[in-house]
């Protein structure tokens, strides 16, 4: 038994594929198949198409957050590796202290706390409200955006302090030797060599962000788990909205980590 | 803050117990279908291997806020659907019981994949070492590979049991008085939502600290008599 597997643990990705579809395999598709099937017929549906318009603009809002805070909190990260690895200590020290912070405490409260925390204690100033910052201050969708992108940064920024150190550091003095300027050999050499390095662990943050923006909905942001909870409430229809919901996250699951995988393919050489 | 009734410290303490409480249960639960999990997809037969796949394929692709949702209102409906059909009385599922479950069931995919790998990392002469000598399966799960996959696998566990704590949070939206929930009570009453959420923040700050030093200690048992390797152990 385990030399088989073993075995079929060493062929290679071409003779996997054909391998792949075995019998039981195809058993298990057809019983796959069929729980869908049964589903479709004895679960109640008829309530998708009141709720098309609203389930779409629902999914269009989770993408969008997830693009908005992951490039936002990737941009946060990375001065924040950076300054963990090359930095003098009184900047290494507080980014230190804020991954820590971000990374033990709970995503669902750090929101809470700017949302009603922040949000209760803005109106009390005069220039805030006078500010002009003040019709989105009143929404919740800033402070959802600012708490993920936070939270993105302190995960992504210890990541990217990992990725940083690990760049081999003849590479750098090879780019300096060239005559580059620092700047040059960061955007150059150690930026897109760190990056390359740890992208399939930037392929699982980002799957983590997906599945981080339904907190949201506890703002009052209507994204598609809002949807799914309204519908809930509205008709008293528990699992089919639940397992739709379930089916949508992993197919964007799936569209991320195919992504990131061409990404991957398109990189030069591979790293040791 | 005062711990006494006016003030809502003491609310805080038992809905951090109770997060603890929870956060220890689904991690342990979660371990224990982590190991068979990873056996599973190890050793055991096509479907079983095919099966554990999907298994922790979805967990881990889908949010745990849907997963608590489904799992809280299917699991409680499920057991009531089986008690009433055994002509028993319909039951109140404890909060309790039913977060530890939800979460271990959530916790169980992840731990799967890291013992898988953290047997994987295991020396394969060790096993063989092990079969040559006539050891009985259960006797070489105990002596050879637990102890020797702990030192692979306890980074891994260690960042789920900090994911373990701070999911216990995800039970507020159910509605579980664990220590988010608690404070959002607190906060909602007194109006002071800034003090009462920084307060809850500390809290879970400590216990991820105080985590800290405990996983440091315990790596540095379950090492103990391994070559030092800078960078080793993932």
């Known amino acids: 038994m385990s030399t088989t597997h073993t075995a079929s643990g060493l062929v290679d990705t071409a003779a996997r594929a054909s391998l792949w579809l075995q019998p039981h395999r195809i058993v298990l598709i057809a019983v796959a198949l069929g729980l869908v099937a049964s589903a479709a017929i004895f679960m109640r549906w008829d309530w998708i198409p009141a709720y098309y318009d609203l389930a779409l603009r629902g999914i269009w809002r989770t993408i969008w957050i997830l693009i908005v805070t992951g490039i936002l909190g990737f941009a946060l990260a990375v001065p924040l590796g950076l300054v963990q690895v090359t930095g003098p200590r009184w900047l290494a020290w507080p980014a230190n202290a804020f991954c820590t912070v971000i990374r033990g405490t709970p995503l669902l409260l750090q929101l809470w706390l ?51 150190a690990g760049v081999p550091r003849g590479q750098l003095e090879a780019a300096r030797a060239y005559g580059m ?19 399939p662990t930037l392929t699982g943050e980002v799957v983590l962000l997906l599945k981080a923006t339904p907190l949201v909905a506890t ?47 398109r990189i030069p050489a591979r790293l040791g | 803050m005062a711990l006494e009734p006016p003030g809502w410290g003491g609310n805080l303490l038992r809905g951090l117990t109770n997060s603890v409480i ?46 608590i949702l489904l799992l809280y209102f299917a699991g409680t409906d499920l057991i009531n659907r089986v008690l009433e059909a055994f002509g028993y009385a319909r ?90 929930q608690e404070t959002r009570t607190a906060a909602g009453q007194t109006k002071a939502y800034f003090t009462f959420f920084m307060a809850a923040g500390v809290l879970y700050l400590l216990l991820t600290l105080f985590s800290n030093v405990i996983i440091a200690q315990v790596e540095r048992w379950a090492r103990r008599g391994m070559p030092r390797i800078a960078g080793g152990g993932q």
């Open chain 1, 219 to 265: 703002i009052t942001v209507v994204d598609i788990y809002a949807v799914a909870s309204r519908v809930r409430q509205d008709t008293f229809i528990v699992y089919e909205p639940l397992l739709l919901l379930a089916l949508i996250y992993l197919c964007i699951t799936g569209i991320i980590v195919f992504a990131f995988r061409k990404l991957e393919a």
């Open chain 1, 181 to 199: 300027r620092r700047r040059t050999v960061f955007r150059r050499i150690w930026l897109p060599q760190a990056i390359y390095s740890v992208l």
């Open chain 2, 91 to 180: 039951i109140d599922v404890n909060g309790l019981v039913a977060g530890i479950w939800v979460l271990a069931f959530v916790q169980g995919a992840y731990s799967t994949e890291v013992i898988r790998g953290a047997i994987l990392a295991i020396p394969q002469g060790q096993i063989e070492a092990a079969r040559a000598y006539g050891m009985s399966p259960g006797l070489l799960l105990r002596r050879i590979t637990l102890p020797a996959m702990l030192p692979f696998a306890i980074p891994g566990l260690a960042n789920l049991w900090l994911i373990a704590t701070k999911d216990t949070a995800l039970l507020a939206i159910v509605g579980f008085s664990e220590l988010t």
């Open chain 2, 22 to 67: 929870i956060a220890v249960g689904a991690f342990g639960f979660g371990l224990a279908i982590g190991t068979g999990g990873a056996y599973g997809k190890l050793y055991g037969g096509p479907i079983t291997r095919d099966l554990l796949e999907v298994y922790t394929t979805i967990v881990r692709a889908v949010p745990e806020l849907v997963l």
């Open chain 1, 114 to 164: 700017l949302y009603y925390g922040l949000g209760s204690l803005f109106p009390q100033f005069p220039w805030v409200r006078d500010s002009f910052l003040w019709p989105y201050l009143r929404q919740a969708w800033p402070y959802a955006v600012l708490a993920l992108t936070l939270s993105v940064g302190g995960y992504v920024g210890e990541v990217m302090r990992g990725a940083f």
